[in-house]
């Protein structure tokens, strides 16, 4: 290692700023002043790199990440997961009906079966997402097309949202304004699935579905809240206001069998308000909590889904798909991190042992040309 410093005295007899002898009337000296910062005297260090430094290093790089990403990629591998499309493109699918015939404007829900089989149990809680392919929440005017003050309840914007909304500002009929507004909240995902177990003995029993506790803790207890006096009711405190365009019923509506998952804090809305950062991505939609006993959350077996299909996605030549997944310490199933551990570790390590033999190789011509006749 090399180091240099330098004391930051006056060079010049006088201080650079002060005007010349020429008088009152003569220039100032444009020359910076003489300090250590402004002439570039500070102290300075300069690493020099040797065999001694660099190959440990590389060895050491390699050590460490080989073993850290074998063991990422064998957590990951011991996620279970099993997903199930259920777009209807192909016209073998159970929802190919719904898939062709239903529409934003549709009234009446299409309903649509898929059977899958679970070869292998799933042990602990099941996390049940939802996922989407080709839809691009991270456009630039999809991602500003909502309104926080709305979403947090100020009366003012729930009246007169914000113009970053438009065109789903407000009701082009009516002229109310919408609650919520905004693109994101129009294209809420709305499909309701539910799981059933079919038993060895022919009976079929509906696997329980928890909907709360699925989104962050700081979006349901800060970010997002119902309008008005929580003694309310929550209808009056929507009312003067439009259901977004393409929903089935108003947001007061959303969950009316519980009012701490009704309005702007339902879990499900909350979800879908934070927007994705790739097209292909899934979003957490029911929890399936382990059992008190020793019986797995879901034993292997024949499953059947039941889908309440009111979600197109072939304007945009989308896909749909149910994914069921356990986690670990280090969330959901990804491989990535794991391969890209062990492929830096490989590669330092491998770069390492070409450069000690080079070092060898170089190192012992140079003392033996040193050796005197």
Known sequence: MMASSYNAKEEDGHHSGSSTHGGTGAPKNKKPDNTAFKQQRLPAWQPILTAGTVLPAFFIIGLMFIPIGIGLYVTSNNIKEYEVD????????PCYDCANSFTWNSTTPCVCTVNFTLTQPFESNVYMYYGLSNFYQNHRRYV??????QLNGVQSSLISPSKECEPYRTNPETKQPIAPCGAIANSLFNDTLELYYSQPDGNTSKVTLVKKGIAWY???HVKFRNPGNDKDNLTERFKGTAKPVNW???????DPSDPENNGFINEDFIVWMRTAALPTFRKLY????KKPDSTPTLASGKYFLKITYNYPVRSFDGRKRMILSTISWMGGKNPFLGIAYITVGSICFFLGVVLLIIHHKYDTRSNSADIPN
């Open 286 to 289: 029911r929890i399936i909590q």
């Open 144 to 149: 500003k097309s909502r309104d926080d003050s």
């Open 248 to 254: 089935m019923k108003p947001v007061y509506e959303l």
């Open 218 to 220: 700081t979006d349901k």
């Open 86 to 93: 259920y777009t209807g493109v192909e016209p073998n699918s």
